[in-house]
Structures are given as C-alpha cells and as structure tokens.
C-alpha cells in the first residue's frame, strides 16, 4: 500500500503564487509517475501535471508556463509551484502516484486526500 499526504493549498489573489507538496510513503516502487489532478465544483477530475522518476514531465495546456512540477525521489516527494494564479485555478488538488504491481500485473493509482486552492478576484 502507498499512502499520500498532501500539505501547502490554502487562499490567494488572482496573480500569486502557492506551492503543494505531496509525499507518499508505503510501499513505492522506484519507477513510478506522480502528479496532481485537480476537481472544481461541478467539473470532473482533471490533468494538471505529472512527472516520471525519470524526471520526464507532462502538462496541462491550461496551466503550461504558469505551473511546475518537480519531485525528490530520495524523499519520494512531488511538488507543484503554482505561479499566475487565476480565478480559474480554483479547485481541490490531489495528488496521485502511478505504478506497476508485479502481483496484479497492471498499473495501480494511488490517491492523496485533496488539498483545497482558492484563487480570490
């Protein structure tokens, strides 16, 4: 089992900036992806951004060039600096890592219990 722990959300103006981190503990696996989706009122649960242990990265278009990932895979830890931040962003933002299980022979997801952005006009 993994488990997820996010920290950092909170309220902000139109225009700051706020930063999530997210660190799994468990049983994870060095190869892995990890990343944040995000769930506004009434909407589906979305894409914001992932990272491979790889270092490789994937954006949504709706956040490219205001938000970053990165993560420290010796604290098995994924970060999201939030910068630009608009009305929009609002959401509940959870964390999510992706891996292999060898015993299932598919791909598991695990979950974060959601931190909660609010970008105020």
């Known amino acids: 089992q993994v488990q997820l722990v996010e920290s950092g959300g909170g309220l902000v103006q139109a225009g700051g900036s706020l930063r999530l981190s997210c660190a799994a503990s468990?049983?994870?696996?060095?190869?892995?992806?990890m990343g944040w989706y995000r769930q506004a009122p009434g909407k589906q649960r979305e894409l914001v951004a992932t990272i491979r242990s790889g270092g490789s990265t994937n954006y949504a278009g709706s956040v490219k060039g205001r938000f970053a990932i990165s993560r420290d895979n010796a604290k098995n830890t994924v970060y999201l600096q939030m910068n630009s931040l608009e009305p929009k962003d609002t959401a509940v933002y959870y964390c999510?890592?992706?891996?292999?299980?060898?015993?299932?022979?598919?791909?598991?997801?695990?979950w974060g219990q959601g931190t909660q952005v609010t970008v105020s006009s």
């Open positions: 468990g049983s994870i696996d060095s190869i892995n992806t």
């Open positions: 999510n890592l992706q891996q292999w299980s060898t015993t299932s022979m598919r791909y598991i997801y695990y």
